[in-house]
């Protein structure tokens, strides 16, 4: 006689967005983060987004309604930060990316690069100034490091720190800076006489100015800045004591870059979700297109690249959180993802034919978004070198 072993639990329905079932493996906490961010995307942002999108800024109130929600450094531990695991904080990338780009780089650049930079090499007194002001989103923080000719090439940067009658005194540009001209404290990378050294300085210091950049096409809902050091004299206790080296400035994009494997996965999902509902509802032909073959075949490479790309995410969160991840899996992530969600994009753009131009839906705004991702923290091509110097051996940046 047959026994049926019903102590199998029941196998979940299908779900065309997470097709592999990826979610299963997610711990309690961090479903309940990544619903919440979810959520708070869906109700308060996604509505607003392509208005902001249009008058090229952040959505009203969003920094403190991220601090609120705990997103600001929440990976961070102590002064304020929520302290979560990695995997938490991807998801909570991935769902305000699926938003857009500029929500989540607003939260890279204060928690990962701005608040992880203090965190990791300031003093004490640093990080009690400045750490729970910037986890509320009462202080906005930003990082400068780009520089008008010193951008994949960081170690060609011109912005010098002189140490003068007990005070740094800082001179140089640097471009490109999200936040930039909004920022209540910028972390600001320069070369002394020895090395290349990290500062906290406060927006009002003399001698430090910043200016929006106008007329982007691309992360329109996100600002961007240009600073100016003209003989800007900073105290002693502004410099990051624990950074020095390159390696300083670089540990940090290593957790923004990781950010950004997770939140391309968020663009790409949300244009393959708008491009299959549309093709299910758009009839031409007197057919749904989603009935024809062509785009049952875009619907499910579309598919599959949001899920392979969650799939390496999710792998990359498990490797930090067990600490065994290396810069260089990082770029292979940020790298892979980033090109895959600007294929789906592309793709979703088709399906949605003409609209899909449109700031009705989301999708030209993602596309146009990640071409700024694409380039920032690492363009491709440098993410391309570093992989490859990781399996030859051999630096191929000069
Ligand atoms: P190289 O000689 O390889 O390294 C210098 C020192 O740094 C160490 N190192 C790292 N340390 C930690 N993490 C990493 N990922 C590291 N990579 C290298 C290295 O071991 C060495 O240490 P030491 O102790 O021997 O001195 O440096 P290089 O000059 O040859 O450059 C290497 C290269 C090209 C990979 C690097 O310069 C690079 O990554 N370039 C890309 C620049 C970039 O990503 N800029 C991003 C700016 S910030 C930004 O875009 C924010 S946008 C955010 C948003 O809005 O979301
Ligand atoms: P370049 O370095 O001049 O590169 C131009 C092209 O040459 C690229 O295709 C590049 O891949 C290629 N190239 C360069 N070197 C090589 C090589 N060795 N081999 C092959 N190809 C090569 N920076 C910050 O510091 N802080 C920020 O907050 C910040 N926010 C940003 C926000 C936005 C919207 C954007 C667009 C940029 C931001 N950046 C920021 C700057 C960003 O990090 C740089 O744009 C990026 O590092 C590339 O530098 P670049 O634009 O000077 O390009």
């Not at 404290?185 to 406060?202: E, K, L, N, T, Y």
Request: charged residues 20%.
């Amino acid at each position: 006689m047959t026994t049926i072993d019903t102590s199998q639990p029941t196998r979940k329905p299908l779900s065309a967005s997470d097709f592999l079932a990826i979610d299963l493996g997610l711990s309690e906490d961090e479903r309940l983060i990544r619903d919440t961010v979810r959520y708070f995307v869906r109700r308060d942002m996604l509505e607003r987004l392509p208005e902001a999108y249009a008058a090229g800024r952040l959505p009203d109130g969003f920094p403190a309604a991220a601090g609120d929600l705990g997103l600001l450094g929440m990976h961070l531990r102590g002064y304020g930060c929520a302290g979560t695991n990695a995997v938490s904080y991807g998801l909570a990338c991935m769902e305000l990316e699926a938003g857009d780009s500029g929500l989540r780089s607003f939260v890279s650049v204060q928690g990962s690069l701005a608040m992880f930079a203090i965190w990791r090499f300031g003093s004490e007194s640093q990080k009690q100034m400045w750490l729970p002001v910037m986890a509320r989103g009462s202080a906005i923080g930003c990082f400068g490091l780009t520089e008008p000719d010193a951008g994949s090439d960081p170690a060609g940067m011109r912005t010098t720190a002189r140490f003068e009658d007990g005070q740094w005194v800082l001179n140089g540009t640097k471009m490109w800076i999200t936040n930039g001209d909004i920022a209540d404290v910028a972390v600001v990378w320069a070369r002394d006489s020895d090395c290349i050294r990290g500062f906290v300085v406060p927006r009002g210091t003399p001698g430090f100015v910043s200016r929006e950049i106008q007329h982007k096409m691309s992360l329109r809902a996100s600002t961007t800045g240009e600073l100016v050091f003209d003989n800007c004299r900073l105290p002693a206790e502004a410099l990051l004591p624990g950074a020095e080296g390159l390696r300083a400035p670089l540990a940090c994009l290593n957790e923004a870059r990781f950010g950004i494997a997770w939140g391309a996965v968020g663009a790409a999902r949300a244009c393959y979700e708008t491009a299959l509902d549309y093709a299910a509802s758009r009839t031409q032909f007197g057919s749904p297109i989603a009935g024809f073959q062509l785009t049952q075949a875009k619907l499910v490479d579309m598919l599959t690249q949001v899920n392979n790309s969650y799939l390496l995410a999710m792998h990359l969160g498990r490797l930090k959180d067990a600490g065994q991840l290396h810069p260089e899996q990082v770029s292979y992530g940020k790298r892979h993802n980033v090109q895959q969600a600007l294929d789906v994009c592309r793709t979703a753009r088709t399906i949605l034919g003409a609209n899909g131009i449109t700031l009705e839906y989301p999708v030209m705004r993602h596309m146009a978004n990640l071409e700024s991702v694409l380039t920032y923290e690492g363009t491709g091509e440098i993410h391309t070198l570093i992989v490859g110097h990781a399996i030859t051996g051999i630096p191929a940046f000069r």
